[in-house]
């Protein structure tokens, strides 16, 4: 049963909406139907919301329209299928495709609509975004979203920025998406966003924390009579760092206590580099943060050039000994320049 709690969102003032719409199940149009946008549209129906559906690969589109979707294979098919005034969520990679999406749809939609941009958007662009909108009298709502693929099932926890008054209406939709307690109005414009790029910098932190306790444990002494994945256990019973990556933790290293199948090769997809330049920009001590990053920098490359200068430059002035490379190490390594 999802939660039909009520969140307070009144008060709010701000930024204006031209909607004139409040219905409790509402029609929206989906655009972006990956691991997020799929299973947010599929949760969004399982809550009594029609839902207009576009992917660029059509394939999910017709996945979707076979679970009740309203399926759409264009953009404009979809701002067909909507009545107005109409309400778009976009969950797509941020930047370009984001862009281009905006270019096509400030050109179908009309006056009085709502983009919701739930992507992990960073918000110096919804900054840019908003009057490129605005000029066409369509509002922008930036919406931070977190949940991962465990959100259809446990909800996502979503935190809104934009003008209130349209945050306020299309509130139905939030509180299908998220759990009990787990939507917040965060203020104007690009606020949404901004709250979740530092959720995922401290998301960074976490990770990495909890990564180094591991081989830190990994290395001891103790090594051989411990089982990690009962270490994550216990952890997880009433101790001071028990949460849900640490019960992501134990459940993974009872499948695979050495994590053989897979390398440590750490991706990130901009919110972490965002919130350290946000820390640096208004003078913010970050270097949890920070080093965390940087620590997913080196994950991808193993022997990065800065090594073979440091350990050349030992040799040079102080006749230290150095290891010979092996032909594999001598090839550049392009993802380490
Ligand atoms: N995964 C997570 O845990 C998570 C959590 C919170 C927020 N987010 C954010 O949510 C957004 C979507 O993430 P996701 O995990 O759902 O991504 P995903 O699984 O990679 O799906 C991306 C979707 O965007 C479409 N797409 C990608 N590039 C496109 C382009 N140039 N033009 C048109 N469509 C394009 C893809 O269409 P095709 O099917 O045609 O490839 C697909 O539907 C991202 O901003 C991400 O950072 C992700």
């Known amino acids: 049963m999802l939660s039909q709690r009520l969140y307070n969102l009144g008060g709010m003032r701000g930024e204006g909406c031209d909607r004139e719409r409040g219905e409790s199940d509402m029609e929206i149009g989906m655009i972006g139907l990956g691991r997020m946008g799929m299973n947010m549209a599929k949760r969004l129906m399982i809550g009594g919301h029609r839902v207009v559906a576009y992917n660029r690969t059509p394939r999910k589109t017709d996945i979707l329209a076979r679970e009740g979707a309203v399926a759409a294979y264009s953009l404009a098919e979809l701002v067909e299928n909507l009545p107005p005034a109409r309400v778009v969520w976009i969950m797509l990679p941020a930047g370009q495709p984001v862009d281009d999406h905006l270019d096509q749809l400030r050109e179908i939609l009309s006056p009085g609509d709502v983009v919701v941009d739930g992507g992990n958007t960073y918000y110096k662009d919804d900054l840019r975004r908003r009057p490129l909108l605005s000029e066409k009298g369509i509002s922008l709502v930036d919406v931070g979203v977190s949940g991962g693929i465990w959100g259809l099932e446990n909800g996502y926890c979503l935190t809104a920025g934009g003008p209130a008054d349209c945050c306020r209406e299309i509130e139905p939709v939030f509180k299908t998406l998220a759990p009990p307690g787990g939507y917040l109005y965060c203020g104007g414009t690009g606020a949404g966003h901004f709250v979740k790029m530092v959720h995922n910098g401290i998301e960074y932190g976490m990770m990495q924390a909890f990564g180094e306790g591991f081989e830190i444990l990994e290395a001891s002494p103790y090594a051989g009579s411990l089982d990690l994945a009962e270490v994550a256990r216990v952890w997880n019973n009433g101790s001071v760092i028990r949460s849900w990556l640490l019960e992501l933790a134990q459940d993974l290293f009872s499948r695979d206590g050495g994590l053989?199948?897979?390398?440590?090769?750490?991706?990130?997809?901009?919110?972490?580099?965002?919130?350290?330049?946000?820390?640096?920009?208004?003078?913010?001590?970050?270097?949890?943060?920070?080093?965390?990053?940087?620590?997913?920098?080196?994950?991808?490359?193993?022997?990065?050039?800065?090594?073979?200068?440091?350990?050349?430059?030992?040799?040079?002035?102080?006749?230290?000994?150095?290891?010979?490379a092996s032909s594999d190490e001598r090839e550049p390594n392009e993802a380490g320049r």
Request: no cysteine.
């Open 260 to 324: 053989t199948d897979i390398e440590g090769y750490i991706e990130d997809s901009g919110e972490g580099r965002w919130a350290v330049q946000q820390a640096i920009e208004t003078g913010v001590a970050a270097p949890v943060m920070a080093l965390s990053l940087i620590r997913r920098l080196r994950s991808r490359n193993q022997a990065p050039f800065s090594d073979r200068v440091v350990t050349a430059l030992r040799r040079e002035f102080g006749g230290h000994s150095v290891q010979p």
